[in-house]
């Protein structure tokens, strides 16, 4: 395991959503081209802090934030930052598989197509890549046309992980991306999320403690808002620093 | 008792018996206008009565049975006292065709009452004849001399292009009627058809009534003005408002954010939906026609001044206020639309870095399309069958020419149009003859109720085509 730098660096962050104190002062690192688990009991502000990454919280309630995110050392907050930029950039994949109602086809092409790529070719092959990727290029080669409704959840989720990478993003970050799943579903995603550690910086959040342990390669555990530790995922869950630590993985509270 | 009180079983009754009034109730609508419009067209037998008179004598009425109902009747001497003896008698509603320009003999009145108690004989001459004039008369009678076959012959004809002798036409009453053949619209002998004789006229016989114009204060003729004019009015009234209606529900739903005062507006706009439709009517009269139009006529017709182009009722403006009026229902279908939507398709266009005006015409808007269509059917429903506003702002009882003809510039919105609502209303209760008038109303209801009906279903297949296209994704956003 090498670390071979950090990609997005949280600073004394604090969020409060309509008025309530969602992330208490967080600093951490999330290192390139690894995967970071968040992990901690419901309510903690693991989702929050994840889409603080992307500047998504703005977009569901009135917040407010103190400390800076950096990507690549720049702030992600800057008033000059061009956020649909930086959400190409850092993409993505929701709890719940959310694709749109349109064809296999369009949903991976959205992203594109919003840029203002017309190009029929550049569109087909990174539309190819991108289910290439997310291992779903097997399963709906022939049916590219079809609506995307008419996958199952599982086949969905992968969708929109291919949605999501068809921008080239540098980082995903991924909510719960399993938790709606059944168990061999679930199995590909993780498989999918390993294969895609070598491209691409993955944060995930999780309240399956098993995968955080089997996918992840860094781990932060979060409590009432609070970062009570990180590190490297085989620490966190051998040696936790911290009893409350031990008492979440082992299943004792949470 | 008290067990039973709880359980609720007497909710179910309460609540299925109100729904099977609903039921009933509208199934008689239904059955009445289906019913009685449609015989308005049904080519019926001509009966011929050989009647006691009053005095002793006999007399001969001929015509068509309109109805057979239990007498509750005058004395023939005293039109105000009801003669018990005659309250078990069946009274019959007779139909014998025009007589008012006859040399005054007998009754003059097309529809007379017969007491079936005087009724001596009855008969259905096979050579009986029903002539429509040209000039909006019903005569029923026997042709005396004709070059026209008496016969079944070529019973159907529609214009006819006969020259030589005029036909004499004996009259039930005994007089003869010199009848110009080139006066003759069209002639049949009802009792010779055999049923689907019958059927084919009376196909026919709606199809006259659906393509002519009305002659004869509307009680003549058919009425495919009125239908022009209500369908280019609620296209033209779709089109005014589904734009409109449909960008104030997304700013007020999507860009106006969640304050105080836009709550305000949305009630408003909720409420407008109650304003009465003639207030409305006056509005548009009072600001399109006159102010509105007023306008246009100085900035762009002045040579015509004084004489109004546009600033007279007209198309145009009764379109515009319907679609004010139906603004409401459109702005709160959609807003329910927008609303319905789940919050992970939004989120999920904008983590691909979709901007909000990209989310809301990309993602957001194709899926509240089917909501769209919704507000527009109810918004087609309402103007079709609206009149009072109408009447302030364009419609007329007889409009010259149709709104949409072949001269220059082809579409002119500023004319006035003919509306069937407006026309159901003229007819049925502006008109002298009572009994013709009722029949004829019901033909026109029947034809207002089925273009509405083609109006929703076009719309309505027009919104299962969106839903199957944008079938609603049906996701909650659950932990976000």
């Known amino acids: 395991m090498t670390t071979s730098g950090t990609k997005i660096k949280i600073n004394n962050l604090s969020l409060w959503l309509q008025n309530q104190a969602i992330i208490k002062a967080v600093t951490m690192a999330i290192p390139t081209q690894q995967v970071t688990a968040l992990i901690g009991p419901s309510g903690c502000g693991k989702s929050s802090l994840l889409r603080c990454m992307n500047r998504m919280n703005e977009l569901l309630t009135d917040s407010r934030i103190e400390g800076d995110i950096l990507l690549d050392d720049k702030t992600v907050y800057g008033k000059k930052i061009d956020v649909s930029r930086l959400r190409c950039r850092v993409g993505m994949v929701f709890q719940k598989p959310n694709p749109f109602p349109k064809s296999i086809y369009e ?129 966190i869950f051998t040696q936790p620093l911290h009893q409350q630590t031990e008492d979440y993985i082992t299943g004792r509270f949470g | 008792m ?101 040399p005054s003999q007998g009754a003059t009145a097309r529809y007379i009452w017969l007491d079936d108690g005087n009724v001596l004989q009855r008969s259905k001459p096979a050579d009986a004849i029903r002539l429509d004039m040209h000039d909006g008369r019903v005569l029923f009678g026997v042709l005396q001399s004709s070059d026209a076959e008496p016969a079944i012959v070529d019973t159907q004809q529609t214009a006819i292009d006969l020259p030589g002798e005029p036909w004499l036409l004996l009259h039930a009453n005994g007089q003869e009627i010199q009848v110009d053949t080139g006066d003759v619209k069209r002639y049949h002998f009802p009792n010779s058809l055999n049923g689907l004789q019958k059927s084919l006229l009376f196909l026919k016989q709606w199809w006259w009534f659906l393509t002519e114009d009305p002659h004869h204060q509307s009680t003549a003729g058919g009425v495919f003005p009125a239908i022009f004019g209500t369908m280019v009015m609620v296209l033209l009234m779709s089109v005014i408002v589904t734009p409109f209606g449909v960008l104030a529900a997304i700013y007020l739903h999507e860009y106006a954010g969640k304050s105080w005062l836009t709550q305000v507006v949305r009630v408003s706009v909720y409420n407008l939906a109650g304003i009465p439709s003639v207030v409305m009517g006056l509005f548009g009269l009072a600001f399109f026609v006159y102010v509105l ?26 379109s515009l206020t319907l679609a004010l009026l139906t603004l409401p229902v459109v702005i709160v279908a959609t807003e329910e639309g927008l609303a319905q939507l789940p919050m992970s398709q939004r989120l999920g266009s904008y983590a691909l870095g979709a901007t909000q005006t990209e989310t809301i015409w990309r993602i957001v808007a194709p899926q509240a399309a089917p909501a769209m269509m919704t507000g527009l059917i109810l918004a087609v429903a309402r103007a079709a069958g609206e009149v009072a506003p109408l009447m302030l702002v364009g419609v007329v009882k007889s409009a010259p020419q149709l709104p949409i003809d072949g001269e220059f510039p082809y579409v002119h919105l500023e004319r006035q149009f003919m509306h069937l609502g407006y026309h159901l209303y003229d007819v049925g209760f502006q008109s002298a003859n009572t009994e013709h008038a009722m029949s004829l109303s019901f033909a026109v209801a029947l034809v207002l109720l089925m273009l509405i009906v083609l109006l929703n279903l076009s719309a309505f297949m027009l919104r299962q085509h969106l839903r199957r296209k944008y079938k609603l994704v049906q996701t909650s956003m659950e932990g976000v």
């Open chain 1, 107 to 235: 949903n991976v092409a959205f992203g594109l197509r919003l840029q203002g790529e017309k190009n029929r070719r550049v569109l087909d092959d990174r539309v190819e890549t991108s289910l290439k990727q997310a291992a779903l290029w097997g399963e709906v080669k022939h049916r590219l046309h079809d609506s995307a409704l008419n996958l199952s959840s599982g086949q969905q989720q992968r969708l929109v992980i291919a949605r999501a990478i068809a921008l080239q993003p540098e980082v995903l970050l991924l909510d719960e991306p399993a938790s709606a799943l059944d168990p061999i579903s679930t199995l590909k995603i993780e498989e999918l999320i390993y294969e895609l550690k070598s491209n691409y910086t993955i944060v995930i959040v999780t309240h399956n403690m098993q995968q955080a342990a089997r996918v992840s390669d860094y781990t932060a555990f979060m409590n009432a808002g609070e970062l009570i530790e990180w590190g490297e995922t085989h620490t």
């Open chain 2, 2 to 102: 008290k067990q039973w009180w709880q359980h609720g079983s007497l909710w179910v009754w309460f609540s299925a018996s109100a729904l099977l009034c609903t039921l009933l109730l509208f199934i008689a609508l239904i059955s009445l206008i289906v019913g009685k419009g449609l015989q308005h067209h049904w080519p019926a037998d001509l009966i011929t009565f050989q009647v006691q008179t009053a005095e002793g004598g006999r007399a001969t009425v001929m015509g068509q049975l309109i109805k057979q109902e239990p007498g509750n009747h005058y004395t023939t001497d005293n039109q105000s006292e009801i003669d018990p003896s005659l309250n078990t008698a069946q009274q019959l509603l007779i139909d014998q065709g025009d007589t008012w320009f006859m």
């Open chain 2, 293 to 318: 139009g007023g306008q246009l006529d100085q900035l762009f017709y002045a040579d015509q001044l004084p004489a109004p182009t546009y600033g007279t009722p007209g198309l145009f403006w009764a």
